[in-house]
Nanobody, 124 residues
């Protein structure tokens, strides 16, 4: 079955950088969109960024545009989220998600497969 495993979270100071990884397995992901979402306590899970597996098309939430970069390595079956210029408001659990889609879904209910999440904490 599909398995998504995130890694790379941690504690970083404001202005710092982190790179999250999502190792995907269990099927071929051609035709899939791979998304990153985040959720902080008391808030809804929100879309961060996504990339299409086949074409590498990307889409970002306005709040991270210009600071975060999503990419995928097909040979390694891994999706990355490079996060620069981190802010305290970026603190959240970050989740990787996958869905068979022709266009990039941006709502959490549109994704079938989810990882367990990795904590990112940005201190001020």
């Amino acid at each position: 079955q599909v398995q998504l495993v995130e890694s790379g979270g941690g504690l970083v100071q404001a202005g710092g950088s982190l790179r999250l990884s999502c190792a995907a397995s269990g099927r071929t992901f051609s035709g899939y969109a791979m998304g990153w979402f985040r959720q902080s306590p008391g808030k809804e899970r929100e879309f961060v960024a996504a990339v299409t597996w086949s074409g590498g098309n990307t889409y970002y939430a306005d709040s991270v545009k210009g600071r975060f970069t999503v990419s995928r390595d097909i040979a390694k079956n891994t999706v990355y989220l490079r996060m620069n210029s981190l802010k305290p408001e970026d603190t959240a659990v970050y989740f990787c998600a996958a869905e068979s889609a022709q266009t990039i879904p941006t709502y959490s209910y549109q994704y079938t497969y989810w990882g367990q999440g990795t904590q990112v904490t940005v201190s001020s």
